[in-house]
C-alpha cells in the first residue's frame, strides 16, 4: 500500500459471517488501506446495526473485531 499514491479503500467480497468480516476489513486496514465500503456484508446481516457499530470501533479505534462483537476468546 506504501507504493500506491492515492488512497486504497477495500471494497466488495463474498458474504463471510460477522467475526471473519470484521477479521477482514481489520487486516486490510492495517497495512494500509484508507477505508472500506461495505454493502450487503453489513446490510444483509440479522443485526445490521450492532454490526455496522463493531466495524466502525475496528476502523476508526482499532479494537480487535472479537471484543467489537462482544465475543470472548
Do not use: W, Y
Given at each position: 500500500m506504501k507504493a500506491c499514491s492515492v488512497p486504497a479503500f477495500i471494497a466488495g467480497g463474498e458474504k463471510t459471517g460477522d467475526l471473519e468480516s470484521?477479521?477482514?476489513i481489520r487486516d486490510s486496514v492495517?497495512?494500509?488501506g484508507a477505508g472500506v465500503c461495505v454493502g450487503r456484508n453489513a446490510f444483509q446481516r440479522e443485526d445490521?446495526?450492532?454490526f455496522v457499530k463493531a466495524l466502525c470501533q475496528v476502523v476508526h479505534d482499532g479494537v480487535d473485531p472479537e471484543k467489537a462483537?462482544?465475543?470472548k476468546r
Amino acid at each position: 500500500m506504501k507504493a500506491c499514491s492515492v488512497p486504497a479503500f477495500i471494497a466488495g467480497g463474498e458474504k463471510t459471517g460477522d467475526l471473519e468480516s470484521l477479521k477482514i476489513i481489520r487486516d486490510s486496514v492495517g497495512v494500509g488501506g484508507a477505508g472500506v465500503c461495505v454493502g450487503r456484508n453489513a446490510f444483509q446481516r440479522e443485526d445490521t446495526k450492532s454490526f455496522v457499530k463493531a466495524l466502525c470501533q475496528v476502523v476508526h479505534d482499532g479494537v480487535d473485531p472479537e471484543k467489537a462483537l462482544g465475543k470472548k476468546r
